[in-house]
């Protein structure tokens, strides 16, 4: 079938680190028969779906980092920096691909994205949409203030040419509703969902994953812990031909996060020492006992009233490395973490693979939603989520998850939904069958086409 047009996907940042602009390049891609030029920075690796994909080109760009200036002068360096970005943008989006019909670019970062997109759709007569994830200057304020001049400054430049653009879509209604009322901009909402590749993992796939992980889950470095006496994977055993899940596995726990100020980690950390401290509380145990013998304990039972708790967080950011020392200084018992950056192919089976997820995100605006519980979903995982004013939006509490605003209240949902695990946790089960209702009810490519296509085939058709 010949090529109805091209369309450009910039994001000033790591493209393996931006699943929705990847998946909407594969959308263009498979859905609008777009050739499609993703311009954006390198880093992670995209999904190999997107580098197979024929009708799918990468353009990365250097990042640019001014790490001497910033140590001179905060202020200059932003400056600077937003400057190179704005040259090296105009450059790769005017001159290095060809001229796309359209460009989809996200929102954040805002500066000086934006501006070189327009100007680039101006100089190629193409067409401009934003997709809107968050707002930048909420972002901003999350490390100044709302009336800092800098915010100020950010939130003109942001409203001023997001009401330049062709056309908006965004992740929410409440975000639909903040756009409409408050920039004058008429944006389409795009819900996040999870591709096809997002599913409950088989026997078989949870047992390779866990060996090919077995190192990091069992051997970390420095780390002794409950899980690490452990020589093999904690969960699966192979017996002749059949894969078989162990009765005194651990219950896996996944969070994804970014690292950064809009997710407090330290309430995760609170709520895994409370649900230790509890349980050591509730079966009596005696303080004295030595920790290695008590581990020892664990494993050889068949099934305990409270599992240990493994905790896996994916994801690369600013304040891991003080959060990951943070947790060496904890003391317990019968709950470790490990900290880790899972390849594209990989993480949706530890999802599928998981008996619960976390969602610390917050939100800087409060009207966006965290896609990490979308991708949860799709694999049939149910979550447990941080509590703001929009997350109801995904999160239908008792169906397919639980939210919670403090550590205490965390930690009490851990007890009440791994009491009996794994075969006596009704609870958890309920909300399992829950998600994999919603996972399999709302998928990308359905929601994708219902929604963005449209808008995208009527901007582009006002361009011929």
């Known amino acids: 079938m010949e090529k109805k047009g091209r369309a450009a996907v910039v994001v000033l940042g790591d493209i393996g680190r931006s699943p929705r602009m990847q998946y909407h390049a594969l959308s263009l891609a498979k859905q609008a028969n777009l050739e499609v030029d993703i311009v954006a920075n390198g880093g992670s690796e995209p999904h190999l779906a997107l580098k197979e994909h024929p009708s799918i080109h990468f353009y990365y760009m250097m990042p640019v980092q001014l790490q001497a200036i910033s140590k001179i002068s905060g202020a200059v360096a932003l400056i600077l920096k937003a400057v190179l970005q704005f040259v090296l943008l105009v450059w790769f989006l005017c001159f290095k691909i060809p001229r796309p019909d359209v460009f989809i670019v996200q929102n954040p970062p805002s500066v000086p994205t934006l501006a070189a997109v327009k100007l680039a ?61 408050n920039w004058g901009i008429k944006a389409t909402v795009l819900y996040d969902q999870p591709p096809e590749f997002f599913r409950p993992a ?20 420095g780390i002794k812990d409950c899980i690490s ?72 039972e068949d099934q305990c009233t409270y599992p240990r708790l493994l905790f896996i967080i994916t994801g690369k950011g600013p304040e891991r490395k003080h959060y990951e020392d943070k947790i060496k200084r904890l003391k317990l018992r019968r709950v470790a973490f ?33 896609m ?8 049939g995982l149910p979550v447990c989520a941080a509590s703001y004013s929009c997350i109801k939006e995904l999160v239908k509490v008792e169906k397919n998850g639980l939210l919670f605003s403090s550590s205490s209240e965390l930690a009490d949902e851990f007890l009440m939904l791994f009491k009996g695990f794994p075969e006596g946790c009704d609870t958890l089960k309920s909300l399992t069958d829950g998600a994999m209702s919603t996972g399999s009810s709302s998928r990308w490519a359905p929601e994708w086409e219902g929604n963005a296509l449209p808008l995208i085939n009527q901007v582009m058709s006002s361009n011929r």
């Not at 056309?167 to 409409?180: P, R």
């Not at 090919?212 to 069992?218: F, K, W």
């Not at 880790?340 to 939603?369: C, I, N, Q």
């Not at 990490?372 to 694999?379: A, I, P, Q, S, T």
Request: aromatic letters at 10%; a negative charge.
């Open 372 to 379: 990490k519980v979308v991708d949860m979903f799709g694999c």
């Open 121 to 181: 759709s101006w100089l190629r007569r193409s067409k401009f949409i934003i997709d809107w994830h968050n707002f930048g200057y909420t972002l901003l304020a999350l490390s100044l203030s709302r009336n800092h001049i800098i915010v100020r400054c950010y939130f003109w430049f942001e409203k001023y040419f997001g009401q330049m653009s062709d056309g908006s879509l965004c992740v929410t209604k409440a975000m639909q509703h903040e756009l409409a009322q």
């Open 202 to 221: 088989s026997l078989q796939e949870k047992h390779d994953l866990f060996c090919r992980l077995a190192d990091e889950i069992c051997n970390p470095k």
């Open 229 to 300: 006496v452990e020589s093999l994977s904690p969960f699966t055993y192979s017996s002749g031909d059949n894969i078989l899940l162990k009765l005194n596995r651990p219950a896996l726990i996944v969070s994804s996060t970014s690292w950064t100020p809009d997710e407090d980690f330290g309430i995760l950390l609170e709520a895994a020492l409370l649900y230790d401290r509890r349980v050591s509380a509730a079966l009596n145990e005696d303080d004295s006992i030595n920790d290695e013998k008590l581990w020892t304990d664990m494993i050889s």
């Open 338 to 370: 490990r900290t880790m950056w899972l390849s594209a192919e990989d993480y949706p089976l530890l999802l599928g693979s998981a008996d619960l997820g976390v969602s610390l995100h917050t939100s800087s605006s409060g009207l966006d939603l965290p």
